[in-house]
């Protein structure tokens, strides 16, 4: 972070802004100013360029083809693979998930390369979609709270041998290899299936990011009771017998 001043990037929200995502950059941008920082929030349309000089980039879920078409733009764009090589965060969701991996199955049924930032690659699933209320623990490294989600996705994603799970579920499906994971990341890159909006849901996941964008080991607390309340809802919901 250079200037006090945190850089906040929100990445296509033409493309994939489908099922509530942009909620994470809301909760980032707040939990940031409640702290006193100064946000430049920067929402990045699929025509314009990826800035380098983002602290903490956002990118959420989305459809199939619009999928592909973040990838295509992605890729040509270049920008967020130099910003994680300078040390940029990046929190990704979904069909971000899978764009950030080595490559995943498009709405054409080809395999279309991702970024490779995150050693994943992901398959289209051929059960049935993983939708529903997801309940995980988040890797204890990562010194976290129990993980709350929301899932909804064909893909299916297995993990490469540098990238770690970013949690195991114990309701849901995650990844969808059976194997009881749910997510992944690698250094500051992550990904997961998780709405919700995930970050919503699980408030202290944002202050990771905001840790690690600051470089700090705590942030002053907040009042979470609201947040607080709507984990303790979905949390209850998710052990509701289906
Ligand atoms: N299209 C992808 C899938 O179904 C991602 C869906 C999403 O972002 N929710 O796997």
């Keep these: 972070?250079?200037?006090?001043?945190?850089?906040?990037?929100?990445?296509?929200?033409?493309?994939?802004?489908?099922?509530?995502?942009?909620?994470?950059?809301?909760?980032?941008?707040?939990?940031?100013?409640?702290?006193?920082?100064?946000?430049?929030?920067?929402?990045?349309?699929?025509?314009?360029?990826?800035?380098?000089?983002?602290?903490?980039?956002?990118?959420?879920?989305?459809?199939?083809?619009?999928?592909?078409?973040?990838?295509?733009?992605?890729?040509?764009?270049?920008?967020?693979?130099?910003?994680?090589?300078?040390?940029?965060?990046?929190?990704?969701?979904?069909?971000?998930?899978?764009?950030?991996?080595?490559?995943?199955?498009?709405d054409l049924g080809q395999r279309e390369p991702g970024l490779g930032l995150l050693d994943v690659v992901s398959v289209r699933g051929d059960g049935e979609r993983c939708v529903g209320d997801v309940l995980g623990d988040i890797d204890p490294q990562l010194g976290l709270p129990p993980l709350t989600g929301f899932e909804n996705h064909q893909g299916v994603t297995h993990l490469g041998p540098t990238a770690r799970p970013f949690a195991r579920t114990k309701i849901g499906r995650g990844n969808g290899t059976g194997d009881g994971t749910e997510g992944a990341y690698n250094g500051t890159v992550f990904g997961t299936y998780m709405h919700g909006p995930v970050l919503a849901r699980n408030p202290l996941i944002a202050d990771l990011l905001l840790k690690l964008a600051l470089d700090v080991n705590a942030l002053p607390p907040i009042d979470d009771r609201w947040y607080d309340a709507l984990r303790e809802e979905r949390i209850a919901a998710a052990q509701q017998p289906a």
């Design 1 to 106: 972070m250079s200037d006090n001043q945190l850089r906040l990037v929100w990445i296509y929200p033409d493309l994939l802004s489908t099922y509530g995502d942009q909620g994470n950059a809301l909760v980032v941008e707040r939990r940031a100013r409640q702290r006193g920082l100064d946000v430049a929030r920067l929402d990045v349309r699929s025509d314009q360029p990826i800035p380098t000089s983002g602290d903490i980039y956002l990118i959420g879920g989305g459809e199939d083809r619009p999928q592909r078409l973040a990838a295509e733009r992605l890729r040509r764009d270049g920008h967020l693979q130099r910003a994680v090589q300078n040390g940029a965060i990046v929190f990704s969701v979904c069909a971000g998930y899978q764009i950030l991996g080595h490559e995943f199955i498009n």
